[in-house]
């Protein structure tokens, strides 16, 4: 069954750490987005890509960096983690990048900094 | 810039009752219109959108939302809503111009109580 899974499902990092979050699909899909979902907020696109060894920047992609390696994986990486950066992050995957096209989620990654 | 407002944080209703979710959303040009359904400790999956059209689309589970034009608004419905139904609901807009870019409303919080 095509999925969008998600590695760790939850994280505590230290102020200053490396956090890397990865993502797979095997939707067989071009385009990968990483999301943030803030308590009482909707999801924020930090990057996207749309093909393998290619990344792009979202709406709020400060202090963040992205590496899709493949077309299956896409990691979030977060080089010196501050507490602003605790939130549940999603990745999503979709068949193509138009506006109309339904992305697929996967089931997030609750990442606590202290 | 696109924005969403989903002015409900919190929705309580009965098994059985029919409920409304209610989304606004700004912008001028071109747009597509969607809802997803977020379920505890998973990710979001797809309800259904609008683009053009019949105001009224169907989407799984019963439900249904009807675009308004006039009011900015691309309101979520269920006639009958069962306690499974009990999750996080967002609105999310995409312009054609933009292409892949989702915006999210904030998100309701729907709870069916027995």
């Known amino acids: 069954e095509a999925a969008v899974t998600q590695s760790p499902r939850s994280k505590v990092a230290v102020t200053g750490g490396k956090v890397t979050l990865s993502c797979h699909q095997t939707n067989n899909h071009d385009y990968m987005y990483w999301y943030r979902q803030d308590t009482g907020h909707g999801l924020r696109l930090i990057h996207y890509s749309y093909v393998a060894d290619s990344t792009e920047k979202g709406d709020i992609p400060d202090g963040y960096k992205a590496s899709r390696p493949s077309q299956e994986n896409f990691s979030l990486i977060l080089e010196l983690a501050s507490l602003s950066q605790t939130a549940v992050y999603f990745c999503?995957?979709?068949?193509?990048?138009?506006?109309?096209?339904?992305?697929?989620f996967g089931p997030g990654t609750r990442l606590t900094v202290l | 810039t696109q924005t969403v407002s989903q002015s409900d944080a919190h929705v309580t209703v009965f098994e059985g009752d029919s409920v409304e979710l209610r989304c606004n959303y700004s912008y001028g040009g071109s747009i597509y219109l969607s809802w997803y359904i977020q379920h505890h400790g998973h990710g979001l999956q797809f309800l259904l959108k609008?683009?053009?059209?019949?105001?009224v689309v169907q989407g799984v589970n019963g439900f249904e939302a009807e675009f308004s034009k006039s009011d900015s608004s691309f309101h979520l419905r269920k006639a009958s809503v069962h306690w499974s139904d009990s999750a996080v609901y967002f609105c999310?807009?995409?312009?054609?111009?933009?292409?892949?870019?989702?915006?999210f409303g904030q998100g309701t919080i729907l709870k069916v109580y027995l």
């Open positions: 999503a995957s979709s068949q193509t990048g138009g506006a109309d096209a339904e992305q697929f």
């Open positions: 609008y683009y053009s059209g019949n105001p």
């Open positions: 999310a807009v995409s312009a054609a111009s933009s292409g892949q870019k989702l915006v």
